[in-house]
Nanobody
Framework: QVQLVESGGGLVQPGDSLRLSCAAS????????MAWFRQAPGKEREFVGA????????SYEDSVEGRFIISRDNLKNTFDLQMNSLEVTDTAVYYC??????????????????WGQGTQVTVSS
């Protein structure tokens, strides 16, 4: 079992960049596929992007494609989300998640096995 901890959230202005990180406080990412989700007030949890265990294959939600970049370092046991050109609509709590099947590139939150506690990102002028 792995415990995930997100960091890097904060308050930024539209157009700014922010980098979120996800670390394993217990265990390792192992051979899990990793994903970022977000949840805005009053809305359902939304898929942001995911990356396979190996090979670097990624998938992004349409509204962040070209602005957000997911990366992982299996040796360092880290998983990051680089967010560029942030918009007010990106405001949400961001969660990292792990899927036991390292080759599962799914957008369905219910299929992920482990979750972090979330980190708040607020984009406001």
């Amino acid at each position: 079992q792995v415990q995930l901890v997100e960091s890097g959230g904060g308050l930024v202005q539209p157009g700014d960049s922010l980098r979120l990180s996800c670390a394993a406080s217990r265990g390792t990412f192992g051979e899990y596929a990793m994903a970022w989700f977000r949840q805005a007030p009053g809305k359902e949890r939304e898929f942001v992007g995911a990356v396979l265990y190996v090979g670097g294959l990624t998938s992004y939600e349409d509204s962040v494609e070209g602005r957000f970049i997911i990366s992982r370092d299996n040796l360092k046991n880290t998983f990051d989300l680089q967010m560029n050109s942030l918009e007010v609509t990106d405001t949400a709590v961001y969660y990292c998640a792990a899927h036991r099947n390292g080759y599962a590139l799914t957008k369905q939150a219910i299929q992920y096995d482990y979750w972090g506690q979330g980190t708040q990102v607020t984009v406001s002028s």
